[in-house]
């Protein structure tokens, strides 16, 4: 469970979250929405501890993630996250990117990394592709790569930051699709999106942020079909 | 017909003074890379503010004339800590430093090439600070590092000729003993290039093939 209570964070002047609270079920997939600038990434990076907050908590399975005790490198194990680009170490082939973190972190062997390695990157399609250097890939391929080495570590909870928008469009289906079955397996997941069909699609719940605050929070019916906040409804009205 | 009387023996007396050179120029580059990652990552990690007193030093390296360095280091050891160190150690501690000042700047600049989110990404997994700079960063940055790298360990090695002023006779001393011997010195010098470029050539080569290795991708 992913407990959000109350987080405040500045760069510097600028607050771009002011109090969020948020509790994610495991199990569940939960998509935020919202214009640039509305603090919607910043709290990704806020859950695995890459940006220190300024007050509130973040609980990931009852661990504080912002507390000196907390053992940061130990819970990131168990929460994967995938950026919009520059996901890929350039200097290591497909294989090598998804087995480094497996071999130096949990301390596997190479051929027991390997094999979930090659296990998660055929789960992905990209079985093909164990020995290309990431530069060989499409965009898309390079994300699905970023996502089957996050899901090597056999992490609980998965966030993925805006994964499809530095995207050609032809290539956001199958990036979609790879999250869609993610979803279906069970994995728990806070997806950052612009995607406003695949949020009405795999989310169970659909949060809309505005300017550091989040307005509004609800299944993806209530959300599409009848948002209650008028900013929601301008945003929605101004994407569709 | 052309003659002189360059003999044997003085080609042995030149391929001495180019060994003195090898050996400055590798001990040089090699303790002056070891220091110049350690001064790099430094200067990154510890932001321009707390590194300010580190980049000055580093810059005076960079800007005084490798000429005065090695005379005032000399005078210094000799005359202010009245230590009693050879010109070859001398040599070799003042080049080092200076080969650590350009090589401190190439892998700075780098480490702040690799993208910050590639970092992100790493420390994402759950790898530690140490761990992100030892398989991510360091490979990275030596990419990009490397070509200019390969540049200032040919400019080390021509640099060292300069190393006669603490009484150490490399190829560029050795040639002007002999210059001043056999009165011949555009032959001597025209040998003298030989060497330096027989020298340099198998590191420029070497320097192309790393290039080529590192960028399989």
Known sequence: MIEIQNVHKSFGQLEVLKGIDLVVQKGEVVTVIGGSGSGKSTLLTCINGLEPINSGKILVDGTEVHAKSTNLNKLRRKIGIVFQQWNAFPHLTVLENVTLAPRKVLGMAKAEAEAIAERQLMHVGLGDKLLAYPSRLSGGQQQRMAIARALAMAPDYMLFDEVTSALDPQLVGEVLETLKMLAEEGMTMICVTHEMAFARDVSKRVAYFHQGVMAEIGAPEQIFGDPQHPETRKFLASVR | ?217
């Open chain 2, 1 to 217: 017909m052309f003659e002189t009387a360059l003999s044997a023996a003085d080609l042995i007396f030149l391929a001495k003074g180019a060994g003195i050179t090898i050996v400055v120029t590798a001990i040089s580059v090699v303790i002056g890379t070891v220091l110049g990652i350690l001064f790099g990552v430094l200067r990154v990690q510890l932001g321009p503010i707390l590194s300010a007193p580190l980049t000055l030093f580093l810059d005076i390296f960079r800007s005084v004339p490798l000429l005065i360095q090695l005379v005032l280091a000399n005078s210094f050891i000799g005359m202010v800590l009245k230590l009693q160190l050879s010109g070859f150690f001398v040599a070799c501690m003042v080049l080092s430093l200076y080969t650590s000042a350009y090589c401190a700047e190439l892998v700075r600049g780098g480490i702040d090439a690799v993208p910050g989110i590639t970092r992100r990404a790493a420390r994402s997994l759950g790898m530690s600070w140490a761990q992100d700079m030892r398989y991510i960063v360091l490979p990275l940055a030596t990419r990009v590092a490397l070509p200019s790298w390969i540049g200032l360990a040919l400019g080390v090695m021509k640099d060292s000729a300069l190393v006669y002023v603490v009484q150490v006779t490399e190829l560029l001393k050795s040639t002007q003993i002999l210059i001043t011997r056999l009165q011949e010195p555009l032959f001597l010098l025209l040998i003298c290039g030989a060497f330096y470029f027989i020298i340099s050539f198998p590191l420029a080569r070497f320097g192309g093939y790393l290039e080529k290795r590192s960028s399989n991708d």
